[in-house]
């Protein structure tokens, strides 16, 4: 059964994963105010770290906030809270100094754990285990889980290439200041749906 629905499982992951959202947001800023080898790092910790999330929230981690609802209170709390500071630290990146790095993209470790306090994170995750593996079966939590590694690191790639080719355009330190604060902007804006509910 679970054979079947692997091109749906596919399809899924891509589309959550090449659409905008916290994730692809700040790689985007990233790719423009580090470049791509930079920000290697943050793609993997996110293409791993929801992976791993993926896999949790599939053997049964989903099932504590179901039991626990001030835990869903909580963990909205912190998310909002985390974001809106990367927001404000995307907003007042500094311009690069020639001969300098001007700042640093986030880690591995960061970029990981952030993915525990993304909201699109949360509902990917919950969504792609309800439907591709409502089983809960070690086997087709691990297939679903898989898929979204696969699939997520070229998705999300898409957007640091693009903010890397933004660049060019912003070798100006008004335009990458714009742009910074538009990034942080629509970063902010993903909240909508945790604050919504």
């Known amino acids: ?33 580090f470049g791509f080898a930079r920000t290697v790092p943050h793609m993997l910790g996110i293409a791993i ?19 626990e609802p001030r835990a869903v209170v909580a963990l909205a709390v912190v998310s909002v809270a985390y974001m809106l500071w990367l ?61 979204f590694g696969a699939i997520n690191f070229p998705s999300v790639s898409v957007w640091t290439l693009v903010g890397q080719e933004m660049r060019r355009f912003l070798t100006n330190p008004a335009r990458l200041r714009a742009f910074n604060w538009t990034m942080a902007a629509l970063l902010v804006l993903s909240l909508a749906p945790v604050l919504w509910h």
């Open 1 to 33: 059964m679970m054979m079947q629905t692997l091109p749906a499982l596919m399809a899924f992951a891509f589309v959550t994963s090449v659409t905008p959202g916290p994730n692809n947001m700040m790689l985007m800023a990233s790719g423009a105010n």
């Open 49 to 67: 770290g929801f992976t791993a999330m993926v896999f949790l929230v599939g053997m049964g981690l989903a099932g504590l906030f179901q039991a």
């Open 87 to 147: 927001a404000w630290k995307i907003a007042h990146a500094a311009p690069p100094e020639p001969g300098r790095a001007g700042g640093r993209p986030l880690t591995f470790l960061q970029a990981a754990l952030f993915q525990w306090v993304n909201p699109k994170a949360w509902a990917m995750a919950l969504t792609a285990v309800s439907v591709h593996a409502p089983d809960r079966s070690v086997w087709a939590v691990a297939v679903v889980a898989l898929v």
